[in-house]
């Protein structure tokens, strides 16, 4: 039981680490499922980033002498568990890599949500350190949704992965 506002911090911190590293496994299976080259490229830096992400909870965690593992993140199992049964069930090509933007996107969306109450309480508790590291994770998160977004719909001049798996 969390007691006061630390203790809860602490544990949205874990929490969000242990995210991270159920997402990184189900990103790096996606990068070599996808048959778009846009998409596997995508999902490769969608790898990079989510690990300087677990980098910057690790810093956070020893800044504040805590251990980041000891919570497990329930949602990102869902969701996690959730891509690997759509994945499961769509024929390879240009269906698989529409359903595996779907899941990236709310996996993203769901990042965006959880760092973004950790940056609220840090900054409620004056950490102001690390609401900045948090806020990076926050900004990379929502410039991925949106580029995954492009791929899926396409850009000024060409179809998106949507528009093929229509076919």
Known sequence: MKKNLHELY?????????AEKQQLEVLTGMQSASEDEDLRNKFGQLVKSHRKHSERLRKICDTHHISPTGEKCEAMEGLVKEARHHMAESVPGAVKDAVMIASANRFEHYEIAGY?????FAKALGFSDDATLLDDCIDEASDFDAEMSKIATGGW????????AMA
Do not use: W
């Open 10 to 18: 602490h544990g949205q911190i874990k929490d969000l680490y242990n």
């Open 116 to 120: 973004g109450v950790a940056k609220a």
């Open 157 to 164: 001049f060409g179809s998106g992965v949507n528009e093929a």
